[in-house]
Nanobody, 124 residues
Framework: QVQLVESGGGLVQPGGSLRLSCAAS????????IGWFRQVPGKEREGVAC????????DFADSVKGRFAISRDNAKNTVYLQMNSLKPEDTAVYYC?????????????????WGQGTQVTVSS
């Protein structure tokens, strides 16, 4: 079965850290650009961190630069989002996605396979 499954979300206090994982099955993650997106009810989906299939190119939302990092482990067919210095405004459902077309950063229209999402809540 071809799918992406996110995990690692939860409740964390402001200033804390979380690491999200996205495991791919049924296809080879190394062949695709990967991205993490987030969405809050009533707002548009936002690209958070994206990486090209080569791993050379990355794209981050200004709001997370210096705090979030994206990585991929092709041997495990898994992509990660390390989130540090979390803020209440980081609260959202986080989705991972893959795209196979030309690299376009975190433009969501370039990603065509999506996971179900994992909730991240930053609150004291």
């Amino acid at each position: 079965q071809v799918q992406l499954v996110e995990s690692g979300g939860g409740l964390v206090q402001p200033g804390g850290s979380l690491r999200l994982s996205c495991a791919a099955s049924g296809f080879t993650l190394a062949n695709y650009h990967i991205g993490w997106f987030r969405q809050v009810p009533g707002k548009e989906r936002e690209g958070v961190a994206c990486m090209s299939r080569s791993g050379v190119l990355t794209d981050f939302a200004d709001s997370v630069k210096g705090r979030f990092a994206i990585s991929r482990d092709n041997a495990k067919n898994t992509v990660y989002l390390q989130m540090n210095s979390l803020k209440p405004e980081d609260t959202a459902v986080y989705y991972c996605a893959t795209g196979g077309l030309n690299w376009g950063g975190c433009a969501s229209r370039r990603y065509d396979r999506w996971g179900q999402g994992t909730q991240v809540t930053v609150s004291s």
